[in-house]
């Protein structure tokens, strides 16, 4: 854990004034150094700059708020020690939480800021557009920070840092079925990629009878005739596969209509912006499965003190994969060739393979790599846990089960993928 005093004043001034336009004042923050030919910078500009696409605003926006203290975090830790004789900075776009919205913010980061590595997104079939549209053919590498998509498998140059969504499919599939002892269930899904390879693998792993299921939109104003027809269908056990805000209609919608169903949900159905926005009462008993990350293991409690301290509440799951995104993506810069996409793309998985010693902080790999160290010399163990990038770009994980009880959340289990 840095040392308070060591970090940098304005940069913790600027995010605790978090919220949406704080966040946005991060967007598009154009930094020096890096240029367009993907030469290192020179010796008075000495800083390397990368991009990121998160949600600032949309309905994945309490991610991205969580997000971005996670990685103010892990620069000031990075910048504590340095990277590669220089700082390492990066410029944060909006993607609204939409494709389109990140295919912009994409175009403008490599194109335009010519960056080498580029963070992002949040939502598979954001990050999906990004790769498909701007950085597939590319030497830019991508790595995301919070997509659980099973579709992301399929494109290996993709990476990301939270495990795939199949591993939650599978423990709702168990839960519903073994478990609770529910043989009927209704489900409904996002209409999108994450929604859509959620439920493909979750109906492959259900042993039970699915007696309704039908996709919907995403930012409806009320979904009470989706909600009817899965009442209208028997089953007493219903899975939503969806986001924050439609999650939220969705229980305003069962609760305005009288029904008393049992509640599961995936990743991204937990949040503020659920607890805010529905009555008291209306989910408890509600159990959802997410990504984890190894709440005893040393750096990420010190990664935790660090943001209670600074922020007044306790980081996600999520906020750690955003902090091991920002720290992989300097431990590349350092042990790379040169700062270019070529370079960093031949490095950016060997620093977290089991090959090399295995090391917590970003401080102990630097010092390896600083004092002669290859890529291959250091296995990064990240505060969400081991990373270890397969040869699809995946990474290991693990998943913690989620309870409603008095309208919060409590952890009852944790589960190895």
């Known amino acids: ?35 367009d030919d993907g030469d290192e910078p020179s010796e008075d500009e000495d800083i390397y700059s990368i991009g990121m696409i998160d949600s600032l605003t949309g309905s994945l926006a309490d991610f991205g708020e969580r997000n971005q203290r ?18 390492l900075d990066i410029i944060v776009e909006d993607s609204e939480g939409q494709s389109q919205g990140g ?26 557009a990004i790769y498909e549209s701007v950085i597939q053919d590319t030497d830019v590498v991508q790595l ?5 998509g099973l579709g992301l498998t399929d494109f290996p140059g993709l990476l990301r840092m939270s495990p795939s969504g199949r591993t939650q499919s599978i423990a709702l599939a168990d839960i519903i079925f073994n478990e609770d002892e529910y043989d009927e269930v209704a489900v409904t899904y996002i209409n999108d990629e994450f929604g859509e390879s959620l439920y493909d693998a979750f109906e492959e792993a259900y042993e039970g009878e699915i007696v309704y299921e039908s996709s919907h939109d995403g930012e409806g104003s009320s979904y009470s005739s989706l909600v009817s ?25 069962i609760f305005s209509g009288g029904y008393d169903p049992q509640l599961y949900g995936a990743d991204s159905n937990r949040g503020d912006t659920v607890l805010n926005n ?18 005893e293991q040393d750096n990420y409690l010190a990664f935790a003190d660090d943001f209670e301290a600074e922020f007044g509440e306790s980081p996600t799951a999520w906020s750690a994969f955003s902090y091991d995104c920002v720290v992989t993506a300097a431990l590349s810069i350092q042990a790379a060739s040169g700062f270019d996409g070529a370079a960093l793309g031949e ?31 250091i296995d990064y163990q990240g505060v969400s846990g081991p990373i270890d990038f397969d040869e699809n770009g995946d990474p290991r994980g693990s998943l913690a089960v989620f309870e409603v009880q008095d309208h919060g959340y409590e952890v009852i289990e944790f589960r190895e993928s």
């Open 229 to 253: 027809a899965m009442n209208d269908s028997g089953a007493e056990a219903w899975l939503f596969i969806t986001y924050q805000e439609e999650f939220a209609t969705q229980v305003n919608d």
């Open 103 to 128: 295919v912009s913010a994409a175009q403008k980061l490599v194109n335009q800021d010519g960056v080498p590595f580029v963070i992002g997104a949040v939502g598979s079939g954001v990050s999906l």
């Open 347 to 377: 490095v950016v998985r060997d620093v977290t393979r089991p090959e090399g010693e295995e090391v917590f902080t970003y401080e102990e790999a630097h010092a390896i790599l600083d004092d002669g160290g290859s890529p291959d010399d």
């Open 144 to 148: 995301s920070q919070n997509s659980t």
């Open 1 to 35: 854990m840095a040392d308070d005093t060591m970090r940098n004043p304005d940069r913790r001034t600027l995010l605790k004034a978090s919220g949406a336009a704080s966040m946005l004042a991060l967007a598009g923050c154009v930094s020096t150094g890096n240029g």
């Open 70 to 87: 996670a990685v103010e975090i892990a620069l000031n830790d990075v910048n504590d020690v340095g990277v590669r004789g220089g700082e």
């Open 278 to 295: 529905t009555p008291d009462g209306s989910m408890d008993g509600m159990k959802l499965v997410e990504p984890a990350a190894p709440e």
